[in-house]
């Protein structure tokens, strides 16, 4: 257990709809990020958070966004949802903005 | 942004058998992570490398972080049935400022 919490683990919805994924970080943790992993693909980079503030911001969709909460947490919503949107979403924190990452068990979502 | 070239793509060996992956960066990275990912599971973080040279066992594994800080090697001896898997390499560049990048992945497929 990496002590990182996705929710949910699996999501199912119709294209055109709107979802939010939640990941609380670890105890301690101020850094969080966000990828797409597609099937059989590489871990796509969305966007880092670091105590609330936005810090890095890789190809994410502009139907995607993010935010991190005073409490750490941070929430993923996904918008307009198209079918290639279907892929595991996963969530990472580390104590720093640079350094030992780990990783929630992710959201698979599936887009019909 | 950064490139990381992960090679070989995948590989099939026998069981008992040692492996050697790795990694190359476009740019000098100052930190090297390695994870091994099971199917529909979240990346494990297996070792962490923090300096030019530096090399760090956890048990049948050993990684380097390469004396030019554009590459890294992951080693796994005696391999066994439940070492298969995908394996991503993932660091962050010397400034520090930018978001943590994986490469594409090593699939292992152990032979008993």
């Known amino acids: 257990d990496s002590g990182v919490t996705q929710t949910p683990k699996h999501l199912i919805t119709a294209t055109g709809q709107r979802v939010t994924l939640r990941c609380s970080p670890r105890?301690?943790?101020?850094?969080v990020y966000w990828y797409q992993q597609s099937l059989d693909q590489g871990l796509q980079f969305l966007i880092q958070?670091?105590?609330?503030?936005?810090?890095a911001k890789g190809n994410i969709l502009e139907r995607f966004s993010a935010q991190q909460f005073p409490d750490l947490h941070s929430e993923l919503n996904l918008s307009s949802l198209e079918l290639g949107d279907s892929a595991l979403y996963f969530c990472a924190s580390s104590v720093e903005s640079a350094g030992e990452a780990f990783f929630g068990q992710g959201t698979r979502l599936t887009v019909v | 942004g950064q490139q990381l070239n992960q090679s070989p793509q995948s590989m099939f060996i026998q069981e008992g058998e040692d492996v050697s992956m790795n990694c190359t960066s476009s740019?000098?990275?100052?930190?090297w992570l390695w994870y091994k990912q099971d199917p529909g599971e979240g990346p494990v973080l297996l070792i962490a490398?923090?300096?030019?040279?530096e090399l760090t066992s956890n048990g049948r594994l050993t990684a380097q972080f390469g004396t030019t800080r554009k590459d890294s090697f992951l080693n796994i001896s005696a391999s066994i049935p439940s070492d298969v898997g995908i394996y991503f390499c993932?660091?962050?560049?010397?400034?520090?400022?930018?978001?943590?990048?994986f490469g594409k992945g090593t699939r292992l497929s152990v032979i008993a």
């Open positions: 958070y670091y105590n609330g503030e936005e810090r």
């Open positions: 993932a660091g962050y560049d010397l400034s520090g400022n930018t978001p943590l990048v």
């Open positions: 105890s301690g943790d101020l850094s």
């Open positions: 740019s000098i990275f100052n930190t």
């Open positions: 490398l923090y300096k030019a040279g």
